[in-house]
């Protein structure tokens, strides 16, 4: 019979925000656990974590409710691709620099046989693969390498087949093959022990990773205390999820070797040898994701919501594709009286090719699908670019701008008044971007202009001036009234009080005149009442310049039963280009 006992836990991140949104927005994203489909109403981070686990989807409700405020309206889609792991780790130490040594593949029939040299200039766990099928060198085979255990790949062909040494990117190594003959799908791996180091590890001992990764993680174990054998109770550990930008407190060793890496998903398990303190373990993982036909399910969801909200934001990147569902979505509710826009971000630098330059990510951006230079639409604005942005467990990972500009749209709704609606998010009275340290930029759009040009909103630096700030484009065409998020917000917080006034309207008699047009003293009154309400509503809250109504004074509503009538409001200026000259005088 066990003794009488009571225990209590602390936990975190029950008080939520001090500030209430009148208006929330809502998210949608991949999350670790939670029900899919079904919007929930978030009051902070506790919740978040109790309901949906942990993932993108949880790690922008946080910066949502700690920049904005709550609550924010959650919705987890369906994951389609789960997070997945590397094939195999990189080591780093005190030890000697390694090219790394190349196995082939279980299945290869090949006989050509691949062999790595030069000085790696990181750890890299190397992948090569034949894509293009070939007897000898001199037909030309071709090969894809990846340095990271198969998650990312330079592109096919990038490294030359050749008996001669040939550079791999930009990573120090060279490739050189004697020759024979090149299967397709042939594979050879240098991992662990084997792989590249500019210094390997000096431990025998070499962990494996294993579970599902519920993020996209640049991973680090490093030893921080020696031992002849893990798991005896001696050796101990820190992990970094950053890339070791920071690092976890010193976890032992257990018995079992297994090292559970916090909320990531993740357990690393050492073999029973030696750890050596200083040894560095380099992992890496791809984070899981919705496509096209979850995300619809998850926007359908948020559509026949009851709870209102003011726009809706992806965690994960949208293609042209997907970018097409949430453009669908939002504009597909103007049938039923329901406004509202979406803030969607485009993919990283190198998410889809390895050693991508900047020139290159911008390029594919701009053009084509994959790209979006065939997209348009007045009520969605795609982000280009990332940042550094700290997460829940205090770790800085690469993150679309769009997770600091979405808070801080939805945080000058209420902050300033709803007046707020029509600010720019840029501006630099506020202040700047919240959620970013200075230096953690990776994509500046002041001198990544083409982006801009492209109809992509970004974050950019002003010379002289600390902090960044939000651009305001959107993906509205040349030419278009809504080419800003702020004409955007302002249109359709304009819409949801013109339906509201216009369904006071609904089934009103009103006196008719030859031809069976309203009369003009009810026309002239339905003027009035509609320029009214517009005004006090979009411009005495200083969200327009001005707000006029007129009823049409020809349409036969006698026989038609149909009143039209149009409603115009008369934005804010904004002085984004501010040109001035500066001299001398004598006076």
């Given amino acids: 019979m066990s003794l009488a006992s009571a225990s209590l836990d602390i936990v975190d991140g029950g008080i939520g925000s001090s500030r209430t949104l009148s208006r929330p927005p809502a998210v949608v994203g991949c999350s670790s656990s939670g029900t899919e489909n079904v919007p929930t109403l978030i009051s902070n981070t506790e919740d978040a974590v109790t309901e949906f686990g942990y993932g993108q989807l949880v790690e922008l409700i946080a910066l949502h409710l700690k920049i904005a405020g709550g609550p924010v309206l959650a919705c987890k889609a369906e994951t389609v691709t789960a997070g997945t792991r590397a094939a195999g780790c990189a080591t780093e130490g005190a ?176 073999s029973a040898a030696s750890l050596v303190a200083g040894d560095i373990y380099h992992f890496w993982t791809a984070a899981p994701a919705w496509d096209a036909t ?76 994959p790209g979006f230079t065939a997209f348009n639409s007045n009520l969605v604005a795609i982000t280009a670019g990332h940042a550094l942005l700290t997460m829940m467990d205090g770790s800085k990972l690469r993150r679309p701008v769009a997770w600091i500009i979405g808070p801080r749209l939805a945080l000058l709704r209420d902050v300033t008044g709803r007046s707020g609606v029509a600010e720019h998010p840029g501006r630099v009275k506020t202040g700047a971007l919240d959620g970013i340290e200075q230096g953690d930029l990776i994509h500046d759009l002041r001198s990544l202009t083409a982006l801009s040009s492209g109809r992509f909103m970004g974050v950019q630096s002003f010379n002289g001036r600390s902090g960044y700030f939000a651009t305001s484009t959107t993906m509205a065409q040349a030419g278009s009234d809504y080419r800003t998020i702020m004409n955007v917000r302002v249109v359709v917080e304009g819409s949801r009080v013109g339906i509201n006034r216009l369904q006071t309207l609904i089934n009103e008699d009103f006196r008719t005149a030859t031809g069976g047009v309203i009369d003009r003293r009810d026309a002239s009154a339905v003027d009035a009442y509609l320029t009214g309400e517009l005004r006090a509503a979009m411009v005495e809250s200083n969200l327009a310049s001005n707000a006029t109504a007129q009823v049409n004074r020809t349409d036969n509503i006698l026989s038609t039963e149909t009143l039209r009538a ?22």
């Fill in 95 to 270: 030890g000697t620099a390694a090219a790394g040594t190349l196995s082939a593949g279980g299945g290869n029939t090949s006989t050509a046989i691949p062999a790595l040299t030069g000085t790696p200039l990181a750890p890299h766990a190397v992948l090569i693969e034949v894509v293009t099928a070939q007897t000898n060198i001199a037909g030309n085979p071709a090969v894809r390498i990846s340095i990271d255990g198969g998650l990312h790949w330079y592109a096919d062909d990038a490294t030359n087949v050749s008996a001669t040494p040939t550079a791999i990117g930009d990573t120090g190594l060279l490739l050189a093959w004697t020759d024979g003959t090149f299967v397709d799908g042939d594979t050879w791996t240098a991992y662990g022990a084997n792989g590249a180091s500019p210094g390997e590890a000096t431990g025998a001992s070499i962990p494996t990773f294993s579970g599902t990764p519920v993020d996209a993680y640049d991973v680090r174990v490093k030893v921080t205390r020696a031992t002849a054998t893990a798991g005896n109770g001696a050796g101990a550990v820190r992990y970094s999820l950053d890339g070791g930008a920071t690092y976890a407190p010193e976890m032992p060793v257990p018995p079992s070797r297994a090292v559970v890496l916090g909320n990531s998903g993740l357990t690393a398990t050492f």
């Fill in 294 to 369: 979850t995300l619809d399910a998850a926007l359908d969801a948020l559509a026949e919501s009851d709870i209102d909200h003011e726009f809706v934001q992806p965690a994960e990147p949208v293609t042209y594709t997907t970018a097409g569902t949430l453009k669908t979505s939002v504009e597909g509710l103007r049938t039923s009286g329901i406004y509202r826009w979406a803030l969607a971000s485009a993919r990283d630098q190198g998410a889809s090719l390895q050693g991508e330059s900047v020139s290159a990510w911008q390029t594919e951006l701009l053009g084509a699908s």
């Fill in 566 to 587: 149009k409603l115009r409001i008369r934005p804010k200026g904004y002085a984004t280009t501010i040109e001035a000259t500066i001299g001398l005088t004598s006076e």
